[in-house]
């Protein structure tokens, strides 16, 4: 009978495509860097294939890597949860959540709700920033969890949702046919924002910002009252809104991807339960109930985007 696989090599190979780098999971798993890579020889002799590659002087998951991570994910959660099936006090304790407002409005009503009926005894914390200030604060030991904007450029995250990023214009108004056209959007570091203006910079759109907001209830209003057009997820459309497409001078956008960033140090058994929730719950949601031009969402949510950091340092 073939060896059980080591649940403690499992873990520290999560925690390596988690934090992103074989030093940060060291520090996260609470090990050496060189017992972290003598974990992951043997890990690989164990399985009988190679889980990374290098690539110049970054580390990288191979293919048999990718489905090895699904896998562990699988047994490392169980584990959890039959510890926690005996342990009344596991899941006890505080979290404290961060995410951008517009997350907020769509997402985390059902998150809370549902996971506060299953864990009556954990009480979460919800603050509501920007995703550059929510970081700061996960780095300040402020915050536990954060849901923030991916941008691989100026953050390390791992990806639970990742669906379209639309132009929105209000059905009832031509606003989105003026010169130059008023847009409604974050603050200058919102990464929406800055994608939207580049895209319309690279086709010689001509715009102005009239409103500027941290809040997605301000920024649909504009939208809606065709006071302007903005850019949103598709699951943050609402009845009124029409999608802009190229053929209507707005060009195409990159998906709109959620990421989520932990804080090393925190109990693992009540982390893991609130983060593969808030990740499930992600990749189910379903788009807006109603979507643009009033029939109903246009496609099918990309969902959850797995083994989103597939590249790592050593």
């Not at 992103?20 to 999971?25: D, P, Q």
């Not at 090990?31 to 970054?58: N, P």
């Not at 850019?231 to 959620?258: K, N, V």
Request: hydrophobic share 40%.
């Amino acid at each position: 009978m073939a060896a059980p696989l080591d649940l403690d090599q499992l873990r520290t190979f999560i925690a390596i495509v988690d934090m992103g780098s074989f030093t940060r999971a060291a520090q996260e798993v609470n090990k050496t860097q060189s017992a972290v890579s003598m974990q992951m020889r043997r890990l690989e002799e164990r399985i009988g294939k190679t889980l990374f590659e290098k690539d110049g002087r970054i580390n990288r998951l191979t293919g048999e890597g990718e489905r090895l991570l699904a896998y562990a994910r699988r047994l490392v959660r169980l584990n959890n949860e039959t510890l926690a099936a005996f342990d009344e006090e596991a899941l006890a304790g505080t979290i404290r959540l961060g995410t951008p407002d517009d997350y907020a409005d769509r997402y985390m009503p059902d998150i809370i709700a549902r996971f506060a009926k299953t864990n009556p005894n954990v009480e979460l914390t919800i603050t509501c920033e920007p995703s550059k200030d929510l970081v700061e604060r996960v780095h300040r030991n402020e915050l536990d969890i954060a849901l923030v904007t991916h941008n691989p450029k100026v953050r390390n995250s791992v990806i639970v949702r990742s669906e379209p990023l639309l132009w929105v214009t209000s059905m009832a108004h031509s606003v989105h046919a003026e010169t130059p056209v008023p847009l409604a959007v974050g603050r200058r570091s919102c990464d929406w924002r800055q994608l939207g203006c580049a895209a319309l910079d690279s086709v010689g759109r001509e715009y102005s910002i009239l409103f500027t907001s941290w809040s997605s209830t301000v920024v649909a209003s504009a939208v809606l009252a065709g006071l302007a057009v903005s850019l949103l997820p598709e699951s943050a459309l609402r009845p009124g809104m029409r999608i802009l497409t190229p053929g209507d001078g707005y060009p195409a956008l990159p998906p709109a991807e959620i990421g989520m960033i932990r804080r090393p140090g925190v109990a693992t058994v009540l982390m893991d339960a609130i983060t593969d929730h808030i990740a499930a719950s992600l990749d189910n949601m379903s788009p807006a109930e109603e979507g643009a031009n009033g029939r109903g969402p246009q496609r099918k949510p990309h969902g959850r985007q797995k083994n989103a950091l597939a590249s790592f340092s050593w």
